[in-house]
């Protein structure tokens, strides 16, 4: 906060800087001009110039400027940039530019941030638009991001302490993974193929076009890959001798783990997979999964088909591409599959994650004991 004032009657102007979380609470910092147009314009310089970080009234006499939340998040974020995935650096964006400054004192000092700021953030905090109380999940969300940009904070020496380790995580709600039946995703592709025929005899579409969201999904189902690791593999990663597909890290995409792996591929996915590879260019290292006109699918785009999809199909409005993912998973462990040969699949980073989906296996459960027991 701060404020224009006029010491003496025809005196010089000021600006005036106030932060309760600072020793002595106002600053003065003196703007050399007794004409208030002249003073008005350099008010708006300084106060811009303190929101930056660029300028610390109370920093003056030792000589040195403290960096501010906002230049802190700034650094942050271009860190970010060079290191992540641009879904990570739109994550940390979202959770530290919309939603952490936005609730903070302007120009606050990143040091001088503290689990005071953080708490009503975490708890007890509404939508902005509904007002309705935030889920767990977008509590845990924000609890995650902010334990990640402070903890950045401190190995650059911006702060002594992270003030996360001072709040208490928010619980984990129950919420089950959301995953298709069998005759769920029948009636999906039953809806993708009537509408492909529909505009194709109303001559709207092409030949070919939309049944690729069907080779999408299908893969999906079968692998429990990701939408990322779908959309970038490439057919070097294709092994059809042994069966296996290999996830790779490139220059162009990370895992989620940042670990590689091999699964196995069904037969069904086998079967995909030499169909779409009978009828590409001859390309070693081309996309196994294209568009129509052979160029490399876009993830927002195919999530946005398969959302229209859903819909069309009357499916639970909670079901969203990342739910095939869950589909996988949610099948294997219904026929008896161990959860950690499920995590391999999936390429969890902990047997916890994998956890999520033990209640689907209940008869497993119950022979497991039973054998052993008796």
């Given amino acids: 906060m701060a404020r224009l004032r006029k010491i003496g009657k025809g005196g010089h102007y000021y600006i005036v800087f106030y932060d309760s979380e600072r020793k002595p609470k106002e600053k003065s910092v003196p703007l050399k001009t007794t004409r208030k147009d002249v003073a008005m314009k350099k008010f708006t310089r300084k106060l811009a110039e303190y929101e930056r970080g660029e300028l610390d009234p109370w920093g003056q006499r030792k000589g040195r400027t403290e960096v501010t939340a906002k230049v802190a998040v700034e650094r942050f974020l271009k860190h970010c940039k060079q290191h992540n995935r641009p879904k990570t650096v739109k994550a940390y964006r979202s959770a530290l530019e919309t939603t952490l400054l936005s609730a903070l004192p302007a120009g606050i000092g990143i040091a001088h941030i503290d689990a005071s700021h953080l708490y009503p953030l975490l708890y007890g905090a509404k939508h902005f638009r509904t007002g309705e109380p935030l889920k767990p ?23 002594k302490d992270n003030p996360v380790d001072n709040v208490k995580r928010p619980k984990d709600g129950e919420r089950i993974p959301e995953f298709l039946t069998p005759a769920q995703l029948e009636r999906l592709l039953r809806c993708i193929d009537a509408d492909y025929e529909l505009n194709v005899a109303g001559g709207h579409a092409r030949d070919g076009e939309v049944l690729w969201l069907k080779d999408l999904i299908l893969l999906a189902v079968n692998t429990g890959l990701r939408m990322g690791e779908l959309v970038s593999l490439r057919w070097q990663d294709v092994d059809f001798d042994s069966g296996f597909v290999t996830i790779r890290n490139r220059e162009d995409f990370q895992t989620k783990s940042g670990n590689e792996r091999t699964i196995p591929l069904s037969s069904q996915a086998v079967d995909i997979l030499r169909r779409i590879d009978r009828k590409r260019e001859d390309q070693h290292d081309g996309f196994v999964l294209t568009g129509i006109a052979g160029a490399p699918l876009n993830p927002e785009y195919a999530s946005k088909r398969f959302k229209h999809y859903v819909r069309k199909a009357k499916l639970p409005e909670i079901i969203r591409f990342h739910s095939l993912r869950h589909t996988c998973a949610s099948w294997h462990v219904q026929r008896g599959v161990p959860l950690s040969v499920v995590q391999a699949i999936l390429g969890h980073s902990s047997i916890q994650v994998t956890e999520r989906y033990s209640h689907l296996a209940p008869d497993v459960m119950t022979a497991a004991v039973r054998s052993t027991f008796g």
Avoid: I
Avoid at 138 to 152: C, D, E, K, P, V
């Fill in 137 to 159: 999940a977008t509590l845990r969300y924000r609890y995650r991001h902010f334990a990640g940009f402070f903890s950045w904070c401190k190995d650059a020496g911006l702060v």
